[in-house]
């Protein structure tokens, strides 16, 4: 079973939508949770931790279920922009373990 | 300031040839990973690497992969007699603290594809 599994997606979107997607981890002892973005042939980069309390970052906001063991992102008002790879990835110790990704397009 | 860097961006070799990437941390951060992507997958944990010391190694092939980070200069991933499956992207990241919330910052990566 994989660390933390994730849709794949496809997730193709007019600009202006409300898209969200999830994953679940299989680690109970993770202790950290975030979102990376990663554009095609990028390296990622860190979009957002993720709170138990549920956090936002402007058109962004995430979602923790420890219980459940399940992550989620949604993003509001798309923009072309936020057309990209989602990872999510959960961090027990130093290693990171990320999912295999969620391709969001962000359609004008 | 400058990210974290990794030299070459792109590199090419033959099966049975060495691949040696290198990573450059960020301004202060003594602490490196390595993590490899393959298509369509997420990236996976190979080694973390402190100063002169390897701290884990568990993600790495027991064969052909190597590592360092020596007191001066960049960390090296060395992998000997590369066979078609190396072929993948190679991440570096660096972050200040080994801490499980310290953030790990990437550098742009090294695409390895064998011939």
């Known amino acids: 079973r994989k660390e933390v599994e994730q849709d794949p997606g496809p997730f193709n979107v007019p600009e202006g939508a409300t898209v969200a997607f999830n994953c679940t981890y299989s680690?109970?002892?993770?202790?950290?949770f975030f979102w990376y973005r990663q554009d095609c042939r990028k390296e990622p980069k860190l979009l957002m931790s993720?709170?138990?309390s549920g956090n936002e970052d402007g058109r962004f906001t995430a979602q923790l279920n420890r219980a459940s063991q399940y992550i989620s992102l949604l993003i509001r008002d798309s923009k072309l922009s936020d057309s990209a790879t989602y990872h999510c990835?959960?961090?027990?110790?130093?290693?990171?373990?990320f999912g295999a990704g969620t391709t969001v397009t962000v359609r004008a | 300031n400058a990210g974290v860097m990794q030299n070459p961006r792109h590199l090419v070799r033959r099966r049975g040839q060495e691949a040696r990437l290198r990573c450059s941390p960020m301004?202060?951060?003594?602490?490196v990973y390595w993590y490899r992507q393959l298509p369509e997958e997420g990236l996976k944990f190979m080694v973390y690497?402190?100063?002169?010391?390897?701290?884990?190694e568990s993600g790495m092939p027991k064969e052909r992969f190597s590592a360092e980070f020596p007191k001066e200069g960049p960390s090296i991933l060395r992998i000997q007699q590369v066979v078609r499956g190396d072929s993948a992207a190679y991440f570096c990241?660096?972050?200040?603290?080994?801490?499980?919330?310290?953030?790990?910052?990437f550098g742009p990566g090294t695409r390895l594809t064998v011939l």
């Open positions: 990241a660096s972050s200040l603290s080994g801490g499980a919330a310290d953030t790990q910052y």
């Open positions: 680690n109970s002892a993770s202790q950290s």
């Open positions: 993720v709170y138990s």
């Open positions: 990835v959960v961090n027990g110790d130093y290693k990171l373990s």
């Open positions: 301004k202060g951060h003594s602490h």
């Open positions: 690497l402190q100063k002169e010391n390897i701290i884990d």
